[in-house]
Structure formats: structure tokens, C-alpha cells
């Protein structure tokens, strides 16, 4: 099941100024057609290497891990579903005591996991199965080799990359204690490892140190948290995880995120200030990098500019993808919908937004449609199951997922990130010739 719960309020809308930028936002509840938060497992497993996540649900859920995933799995899979059957529905088996079965039975017989994800659906929801209790009284069991945690990738009032948000809060209780007050970076975010290798040499071309990753490539070495970590996100998604962070003493770095060369620019810049690294050190460890990021976004100019574009609330990251497109590429934003926007996080992005883009939060698929439909964009960014039906009425659409999949943050993969907005564009006009 792709199309996560539906809300039952349809008919709020409501427009209010947002809080940093002056935009007016358009706030829309009612049916909405997004993955789910365990489509994060299949970035996060592969990411997290030493990590498996043991997804409690349904054969749906199984199904959609599966679909999902199914091109990606070279190795044996470190992700399964202990599907709930309709015994422990009605109530008849005791669900805690075949988890615990299932459980065991996965640890013997995969002595390389140092840690184990119970990921609640909705099922589990809906039968009230205690996740966290049971993660507990697992973990109890099997450490020190295995720890056991849990959170939740329902699709009951979720989207897809709350999945990964809330997988980072829940690793950050874990985290060890940063002894002292020394400073120092976290980036926080699931990021392509060679994303994170030019971010490490850029870093330490800047004088910007030590950093570290959240996830870290493995669970069994978690970077300390204190109060001398500052920590910037990589990722718009995370606003859980930034919540947990700040109570252990950490403290966010804001900016606007680094996809493109202006973003990426903008993000160092705030690491760089907090440091008080020079204009003239700034400019030559960034200098290279950003001709590179220039040089390859004039290859897409040419196909983007001037082209309207309308977003689908899915990944939350439509706005500073609709900045970057704007800015950098001559792209019209004539509808940005986000499922949520967190304004604190996205201050920065929204100052740089065109006046003339409407904000959506929310979604109300229907009345998004019409708008779309009304509005014949020349590039939709949604969902999977939106794409197909807007194709076949003629519209040129973009999968949102794969932006989650892709390496694009950076200035290396700023010209990448371009690309997969210039390739619908110039595949339609091929098949229109
Ligand atoms: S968690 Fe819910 S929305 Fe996601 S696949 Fe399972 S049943 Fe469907």
C-alpha cells in the first residue's frame, strides 16, 4: 500500500503570512497521496551498515518494502517484516511473545547486527503493540551484542520522510556523552558516503572540525553529543531529530540547504562563520567547487529556464528544490506544496523563494489536481501514484522519491541534480518531434 491513511478533515483552508518570509501559505487537510515512513528503511539500511530494521506489519507493508527496494538488493537484505497475522489481530496469539520468537530466531541467525530497528506500521498501531517496551525488554536480553530500538514508519498521518526522522531521534538518546564543552560540527541527515567525503574535505580545507555524521556508516559507533556540538542538517525532514539533539545540549546552526551551488555555498558559510573562518580562507577552500557547480549547471540552463514547475507535497524538500530551480535554473515555481514546513528550518530557504510561488502545506490531492490540471505546468514534481495518471493527461512529471535516493547535495552533484529536472523535459520533446 502506497497511498498512506488519509485525514478526515477536508475542508480546512486557511491563509497566513509565514513567519520569517512574508508568504502566504495555503494550509490544505483532507485526502492525501504519499508513501509511508518505511520506505525510509531502503536509504537508511543501506546507510546504517551494520543496522537491520524488522519492520512489524502487514503483507502490505512486506509488499511495499519489497517493490520498493526489489531493484536495489545486491546482498542478503538487512530489512524483513515479522508480518502480523490475523490471529494476533483478533487477539488470539500474544503478539509481544511471537516478536520475541521471531526475534530471536533473527539474531541467531545473523550474528552481524549490532543493532535491530522494530519499526511500527499501522497495523502494529492498530493493535496497540508497545514497540518501545519491547525493544526494551529485547534489548535486555541480547545486550551487549544487539541493542534493540524501535520507532515508527506508520502511514497514519506520516509521509515518507518522516521514516528517516524519526529513526535519527531515536538514535540520539544512544548517542555517548561529548565530555566538556569542546566544540564541535554535526551534519545530521542521511547522505550519500560520497557526499560526505567532499563534505569531510571541505570541512577541513575550511579549518571547520572535528565533524560528524548522523547516521554514522555504523550504529555501533555513534558520534557524541554535548553542549559544544553545533550541528547543521543536511536534510529538511528532520525537525524530530533537531528537537532531540537540542535536549541533549546541542545547538542548530541555521541555514538554507546545500543543493546547488548557492545552497551548498550558504551552508558552509554558516559553519564557516560560526568558526570565524576567514572571507579570504572561505573563498579559496570554496572557490573550486562552486566553478565546478557552475559550470555544470550551464549544461541545464538552457532546458530549464523559463519552464514552469508545481510541486506535490511528498519529500519536504520542495522548497529549497524550488529555490535551487528558480535561482540557479530559470525555473516558475507556480505551486510549491509541502506536507509540512517547518519555518524555523526553512527561514532560510523562503527569503529566497520568488514572490510569485504559492505555498502549500498539507494537501488535499483533489483540489491539487484541478490546479495542476488548470495550471498545465511544464514539470510536475509528485508521487508515484500521481505520476502515471498526470503523464498520460499529457503533463511531464518527476518522481519526488528519487530525489531521496539520489546523491544531489553538494557542489559536485549540483549539475547531477539539474539533470534529473532537464531529462523528462528533453525526453518529451523527443517523443513530440
Ligand atoms: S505502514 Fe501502513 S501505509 Fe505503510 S505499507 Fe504498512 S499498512 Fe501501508
Known sequence: MSLAGASQDSQGIAAEAAGCADTPILRERGQREVFCGLTGIIWLH?????AFFLVVGSRTCAHLLQSAAGVMIFAEPRFATAIIEERDLAGLADANEELDRVVTRLIQRRPDIRMLFLVGSCPSEVIKLDLSRAAQRLSERFLP?????????????????????????????????????????????????????????????????PVRFLPSRRASELPAVGEGTRFLLAQPFLAGT??????????????????GEEGTTAWLRAAAEVWGVSEERFTQATAPGRERARAALANHRATLDGKSIFFFPDSQLEVPLARFLSRELGMQPIEIG?????????????????????LVEGQHVDRQLDRCREARPDMTVCGLGLANPLEAEGLTTKWSIELVFSPIQGYDQAGDLAGLFARPLVRREKLMV
Open 46 to 50: 543501506r546507510k546504517i551498515q551494520d
Open 145 to 209: 551484542s544487539v541493542r534493540v530500538l524501535s520507532y515508527s514508519g506508520s502511514g497514519i498521518e506520516t509521509t515518507f520522510t518522516e521514516g528517516e526522522d524519526a529513526c535519527l531521534a531515536a538514535l540520539v538518546p544512544e548517542m555517548p556523552a561529548e565530555p566538556g564543552t569542546a566544540r564541535s560540527l554535526l551534519v545530521v541527515g542521511a547522505l550519500a558516503e560520497v557526499v560526505e567525503d567532499q563534505f569531510i574535505r571541505l570541512f577541513a580545507a575550511l579549518g571547520v572540525g
Open 242 to 259: 533537531a528537537r532531540a539533539l537540542e535536549a541533549r545540549g546541542a545547538r542548530h546552526i541555521p541555514a538554507a540547504f546545500p543543493l
Open 338 to 358: 509541502t506536507p509540512y514546513l517547518h519555518r524555523q528550518h526553512l527561514a532560510h530557504e523562503l527569503a529566497l523563494l520568488p514572490a510569485k510561488a504559492k
